[in-house]
């Protein structure tokens, strides 16, 4: 998974061009993205066994993530 | 004491006599920890590594006790964060800032839904686990909505986890058709204060005692690898066998961001190894379930749990992390000869 594929880190939230997020992307084998990619804000996070549902308040954009 | 004559004392009992280890034997297999982890000077000391053959005769003990089969289960949180407890192993504690945030309930739509979903894949058991010290009125009518709703739309067996129970509500969740409640005593008594100071080790044994008395089966286990010594690992387990468990999950802690845990060492794998065969040793008769945390710390290293006394599996993401796919589990088990048992889960 490319953890700053976006203007944020779905890891930490910080700007994508901001920091090296290597320890990030390491992170983000086993946990879902908790920040938007698009805004950085909190995500909203629902797990499932396979797959997350995760949508952010700001952007208002629902997004699935099969696992 | 001898680590050979040890394991032949603890293998006439399990595998000869068909009889429990005694707790003199439990921490006497705990004490080979510092074998396992090389605390004895090879130098000095004349005996081998155990962990081989104690891995060896966990996978015996579990193929006499508990036939071949391994159990594939998943777990769905449907109400996630927000917990007022403060476990410290835990992200979805309210007391700590975590990067969970809290949401709402599962809607018995979404409940029914992913049941129906589990129902087509072949699975016979859903499991639905709450982030709640335990059910308020709120709780427990979702609780009851639930098992009803997927009692009557599927032909689902229904297992919750939410928490510490009365006496009455493990009444009202048993006469509901709920087959088995997890509540996990998560450490040894002696080590769970350092845990959480909300609620106490005794009163997670009540609840496990009340879950007995209704009838309903007690699944109960705890997490390795929170700063525990190899004894108080024995000492869970021996306690967890007092309950005389259907089901034992064993976590690993993997350290979440953001709670008290958070830069504790994960546990090494060969330790992992042990703690695992500790459990199939002191609890022959259980189902030794691998639950979250085995991929970050056993890695590689997961087929040598199932052939090591674990005859169980949580498979897919758990209720806060991601897992494997339940592709890599099946195949792990496919390249082990292991048969799978009917799933039991959200697959």
Redesign the interface.
Known sequence: MDTVAGAFCGACGGAAGAADHAGCAQRL????P?FCAACGF???????????VSSCRRCERPARKA? | MNPHQLLDEVEAALLDRRELITEAQAYALADLADLVDGKEDPSTTQWDDPLPRMLDLAHRVRLAWCGEEVSLE????TK?GGCPEDCAFCSQSSTFNT???P?PY?TREQVVS?AKDAEASGATEFCLVLAIKGPDERAMAHLLEATEAIQSETRLEVALSAGLLTREQAQALAEAGVVRYNHNLEAAESFFPQICTTHSWKERWQTCQYVRETGMEVCSGGILGMGESARQRAELALALRELEPTEVPVNFL?PRPGTPLEDQTILDPRMALHGVALFRLIIPFAMLRYAGGR??VLGDLQAAGILGGANGMI?????????R??SEDIKMLDELQVPVKALT???
Do not use: C, F, H
């Open positions: 084998r086993y946990d879902p908790r909190r995500l909203d996070v629902q797990v499932y066994p396979a797959g997350v696992r | 998943s777990i769905l949180s996630t990067l969970v945030k949401q599962l992913a993997n991929e970050v498979v897919g993401n758990y209720l806060t992390t991601l897992g796919t339940v889960g959200l697959l």
